[in-house]
């Protein structure tokens, strides 16, 4: 074997070894999208409270079912664009999206998601409601920092960016709504922006 | 150079099981299916590969049965994993000398 040979070897172990521990075809695309609905449905939930007839949000009251109702659109909306997307360019790659890495990567994802979202839900019936946008952006940047190691880097600071906003937040009680805009929507699109010049328009 | 070629492991002298080896040094196990589609081998070809780095002590094998289909995990050994990082280091080393 000459050295052509060994350099051969070496960069098929390195595709090999990406290949087969990280999911590649997340789509930059969709998550400019996530961010996009979330500004509009955060818009949505604003303008509702300024045209009740209290500022401020209550946990009963028809208000607070329309903006959870807001919230559940924007997520499915968020979901099945990202599912949609990231099959059609996963198709592109040649990579499958149901194996065992996208299986652990969505695992990965969704258990700090739900261990979040079961608190924030236990923590409002207990009527706590002032650091509810918090919560979400710490849990949120949690997950998406466990399910990097099995996807794009870029996902990493995405993650670190919603800790720390959420902790950020945390400090500044009454504008978690912002903080909320700022991590759902702009971070949403700026990450999303990254990636998609980095990776999609190859 | 005689010390490096020392190190060029001929258990790894393969593109296959070359591959295997990859793929097990960054996932903690693999199934036979997933190495069957990520080195595009056929399953005799991957099995006699299997086998091979078994017999050596660089894989552990474990076979069972999910809803009475047969299974195939790959592990590799500590052992296989250290020999291994030895072989990339060998190979690295050759490189840069030529």
Not at chain 1, 83 to 109: C, G, P, Q, V
Not at chain 1, 154 to 179: E, H, M, N, R
Not at chain 2, 12 to 18: A, K, S
């Amino acid at each position: 074997m000459n050295s052509e040979n060994y350099l051969k070897n070496i960069s098929e172990i390195k595709n090999l070894m990406s290949k087969s521990s990280k999911f590649i075809s997340l789509s930059g695309l969709s998550g400019i999208l996530a961010g996009i609905y979330a500004l509009i449905g955060a818009g949505f939930a604003y303008w509702l409270v300024k045209n009740s007839d209290r500022d401020y949000l209550i946990l009963d009251g028809r208000v607070f079912r329309y903006i959870v109702l807001d919230m559940l659109l924007v997520l499915i909306f968020s979901i099945s664009t990202a599912i949609f997307l990231t099959t059609k360019k996963a198709k592109k790659n040649n990579e499958k999206i149901w194996d065992a890495l996208t299986k652990r990567l969505l695992l990965s994802f969704i258990i700090p998601l739900l261990a979040g979202g079961t608190y924030i839900i236990i923590i409002l019936v207990n009527q706590h409601y002032g650091q509810t946008g918090a919560l979400m952006l710490i849990f949120y940047g949690l997950a998406l920092l466990n399910a990097s190691k099995y996807t794009l880097g870029d996902v990493k600071y995405l993650g670190y960016t919603q800790i720390i906003l959420g902790l950020i937040s945390a400090l500044f009680p009454g504008y978690g709504f912002w903080f909320w805009v700022a991590g759902f929507g702009f971070m949403h699109i700026i990450y999303g922006t990254i990636m998609y010049i980095k990776y999609d328009r190859k | 150079m005689k010390n490096i070629i020392l190190h060029i492991n001929k258990a790894f002298d393969h593109r296959i099981r070359l591959g295997i080896m990859s793929v097990l040094m960054v996932n903690d196990y693999a199934d036979f299916k997933t190495l069957k589609e990520l080195l595009g081998a056929t399953d005799g070809n991957l099995a006699s590969h299997a086998k091979s780095l078994e017999k050596a002590g660089f894989l552990k094998v474990e076979k069972q049965f999910i809803s009475r289909k047969p299974n195939t995990k790959y592990y590799a050994t500590q052992l296989g994993k250290n020999e291994f990082k030895k072989h990339i280091n060998a190979l690295e080393k050759l490189i840069k000398k030529n």
